[in-house]
């Protein structure tokens, strides 16, 4: 019966564990995320302080700066990276 007893008892600590793990794989990723996502908006509230030139020098115009700054969405490529570096 102490066999028993230690393989449940290993399996629900086991197990545990695990939740733990995926729970703080999750809370990383999260905050990860929540990071880019301010990182995001200050980079496009930044496209708003440049000059005409400095734009011109990005390739883009200020018109496309305005819609830019105006987005909320994450760039999907910025999520991708995010995710290769283990976010």
């Given at each position: 019966m102490?066999?028993y007893?230690?393989?449940?008892?290993?399996?629900?600590?086991?197990?545990?564990?695990?939740a733990?793990?995926?729970?703080?794989?999750r809370?990383?990723?999260?905050?990860?995320?929540?990071?880019l996502?301010i990182?995001?908006k200050?980079?496009r509230?930044?496209l708003?302080?440049?000059?005409?030139?400095?734009?011109?020098?990005?390739?883009?115009?200020?018109d496309?700066a305005?819609?830019?700054a105006?987005k909320?969405?994450?760039?999907?490529?910025r999520?991708?990276?995010?995710?290769?570096?283990?976010?």
């Amino acid at each position: 019966m102490t066999t028993y007893t230690e393989n449940y008892t290993q399996g629900i600590v086991g197990n545990l564990v695990d939740a733990l793990s995926n729970f703080v794989q999750r809370a990383r990723h999260w905050a990860r995320i929540r990071q880019l996502k301010i990182d995001v908006k200050q980079e496009r509230q930044q496209l708003l302080e440049m000059s005409d030139a400095m734009l011109s020098d990005l390739g883009i115009t200020w018109d496309q700066a305005k819609e830019e700054a105006r987005k909320v969405d994450l760039p999907v490529v910025r999520i991708e990276i995010l995710d290769r570096e283990g976010g």
